[in-house]
Every structure is written in C-alpha cells, then in structure tokens.
C-alpha cells in the first residue's frame, strides 16, 4: 500500500486530500505543529505526527519532515497551505522513491510574492491592477491618484489588509508592504491543477459570507465571468513549467473584465468543486489526468457560517442574520461526512489550538490558523516589519 503523506492537517481542505487519496488505496499520514486537528479523528487518516512550528525554526522542520518522510516510507508528499514555503525546500533532498507535489521553491515563493506576481501577470499583459511597494515613488503617485489597498508582500488569509481614500498618505513606507489601486466589483476566487506547465483542471468561484476577507460559504461559477477567468489563467500557465494547484483572487471590475490582484501557488477551498475520486487519481500519477466537477455546486464551513451568523444578529443586523442562518442550512458542509462523522462532530475541541489564540488574545481565526506555519510570521519577516512600524 502506498503511503502519502500530507504537510498539514488542521484544515478543511487537508481532509478533502486525505479523503481523495483514501479512494486511490493510499495509506494517509499527516504532520501537523498542532497535537489536535480535523484530520486526527478522520477514518481516512492512518495517523498523525506532531512536528515543529516551520517558521520558528525551518532548519529543525525540514530535518524532522524528512526523518518522517524516511521512516514512514513515504511515496507521495502533498503541501496543504502555507507550509509550502518550507516544504518545497526539502525537494533535492527526498529519498528516490518519494515524490513532492509543487512547483520549484523558487517559482513557489515569486509567485506567493505579490509584488512579484503582479509584475509577472503585467509582463504577459494580463490585467491586473497598478501595484507597487510602499517604498517607490510609483506608490505614492498611486496613493495621491486613486483609492487604494495596502498589504503585506507576503501576506496571507487577509491579514493586515488596510482600504485607504485616494490622497491619503502612504504610513508605512516599508519595501515589505505592497499599495495597490482598489478595483470595486464582484470578488472571485479560482483554483486549477497543472502538471507540467498543462492545466488539468480549474474551477472559479465566489463567496456569499465572508470571515473578513476570507470566504466560509461559496458557490461555483459557469458563467460569462468564469469564461474569462479561465482565460486569463490559461494565458498566465502558458509556458510556467508549473506543477502543484495554483489559485488566483480577482476583482471584477465595472466593465466585467477580472483584475488579478494576488497569486496563492498552494491549495485553496476550491478543492471541494472536485469530486474525491478524480482528485486521488489525478495526484496518483504524474500523467494528465481529469478532473471532474462535484455535483454540488455550492459548499460552507458551516460553524463559521453559523458565527457569521450570529455575529450579524449581534450588530442588529437582522436580515443579514437571516440570510446566513439560512445558508447555513441549506448548503453542504465540507467537512460533514455519513461515513467519517468524527471530523464535523469534534470539530470544536478539535480546533482548541486555533479557538484559543483568537478568543484569549482577540486575533482573528485567519491569523490564529496560520501564524505558525506562514513566513510572514518567521522571525526574520516580523523583524522587517516591525522595524517599519507595521503590526502583524
């Protein structure tokens, strides 16, 4: 029996890949900095080993996820999120036998890069909206000229995402913070598959609640938007010599044409538009092998929908709370499954070491749920910031 062995564990989408593999006969472990996470409880998990946060000391992570790459005679190696970043460097280093899905580190970390990937998306005049870092004189003309957004370069889950008014002044100046115009229009998301550089799949969609910036109940597109979409993404792979998912975040602008404003080169909640048993063939093999869409067309973290829910009652926004109560009813969750029951049922205790940080220090779940694993939180990044004076 093969054994793949997933980088991460804590979230929806790591149980959709332990799911997909299971249909392929594989034996699933996963390696996780938290002792608790959806996935532990999974039937579809063999078991789970605990290993060092990866950016409080990358050098000890990848030494232990190779150990445990070794020891447990692992085929296949699948990154889940932003553990990507220390991941795809241990590629030159894996035993023959086992095989890293993802691209090369260095094409992971430009696109990741959101400076870098809107010069990349530019450099094939793809649209995408005028961008630059805080500390170039281009920002300061893009801040005088038009409302704008700041960000950090390599952020992520929406933190520290700041809408600014045009004329207002660039506060922080630093090279890590990237100003971008602000596009006003529909939000999509996407997420394909490529092998190769050949997209095998994609699939577009947008959200209808949010948690912050991140979407918690969202719906497949196959309209006009989704067409167009789908062009720009083939037009940006053509000639990446790409391998691993790659998901893009557009703005739709007035005129119906999808700005790109920033790349993830990893998983994203688009998985679940995939049914499991094409997902587990296709990163069975490096052939090209289909994808084929779920028949739901709708999906929801449906506790977080509930505690959007509740929060809009809370600001006396009834009808909102409606409309979300019902969503959270009338749509399929993620995680809940008939014949693995455990990861919805626990689903609370199971994200204590997320819960916790966000109720006991007010941070939000986005950034209780990635500040051990992402690089924006490495010592070396907030060191770089914080001396510019931006919190994160």
């Not at 996407?190 to 190769?196: I, N, Q, R, T, Y």
């Not at 029951?341 to 209780?368: D, Q, V």
Request: overall charge negative.
């Amino acid at each position: 029996m093969p054994t793949a062995l997933l980088t991460l564990g804590r979230l929806p989408k790591a149980l959709a890949v332990a799911r997909a593999l299971r249909t392929q006969g594989y034996r699933v472990i996963v390696a996780e900095p938290f002792t608790w996470h959806v996935s532990r409880v999974s039937r579809d998990v063999a078991k789970s080993f605990r290993l060092p946060a990866p950016n409080k000391n990358p050098e000890a992570y990848e030494e232990a996820l190779l150990a445990l790459i070794i020891e447990e005679q692992v085929d296949l190696v699948v990154p889940v999120s932003e553990e990507a970043h220390y991941v795809l460097a241990i590629r030159n280093r894996l035993p023959p036998h086992a095989t890293l899905f993802g691209p090369d580190v260095n094409l992971y970390r430009s696109l990741a890069n959101k400076a870098a990937f809107i010069d990349a998306a530019t450099q094939k005049s793809l649209t995408a909206p005028p961008s630059a870092p805080a500390n170039s004189p281009l920002a300061a003309a893009l801040a005088e000229a038009s409302d704008y957004v700041t960000k950090p370069i390599n952020g992520c889950s929406g933190m520290d995402v700041e809408f600014h008014r045009a004329g207002d002044a660039v506060i922080n100046l630093s090279g890590n913070v990237l100003v971008q115009q602000a596009i006003v229009g529909e939000v999509v998301s996407s997420l394909s598959m490529v092998k190769s550089g050949e997209l095998q799949a994609t699939t577009v969609y947008s959200g209808s609640v949010f948690a912050g910036t991140v979407a918690i109940c969202f719906q497949r597109l196959d309209d006009d938007i989704a067409a167009k979409v789908n062009r720009w993404i083939e037009q940006f792979t053509n000639g990446l010599n790409y391998t691993g998912f790659v998901a893009f975040d557009f703005i739709v602008d007035a005129s119906g044409v999808p700005q790109a404003i920033e790349c993830n080169p990893r998983l994203t909640s688009g998985i679940h538009f995939f049914t499991a048993e094409s997902l587990g063939a296709a990163l069975a093999t490096a052939e090209q092998v289909p994808l084929i869409a779920h028949s739901n067309t709708a999906w929801q973290w449906r506790y977080s929908t509930l505690t959007e829910a509740y929060a809009a009652l809370f600001s006396g926004d009834f009808k909102e709370f409606w409309r979300r109560l019902k969503l959270s009813w009338s749509i399929a969750d993620v995680v809940w499954s008939w014949r693995d029951p455990l990861p919805f049922l626990l689903m609370t205790p199971l994200s204590w070491p997320i819960l916790k940080p966000a109720l006991l220090e007010g941070i939000s779940l986005g950034e209780a749920c990635q500040r051990d694993i992402a690089p924006l939180w490495s010592a070396s990044s907030n060191e770089a910031v914080s001396g510019a004076g931006n919190e994160v």
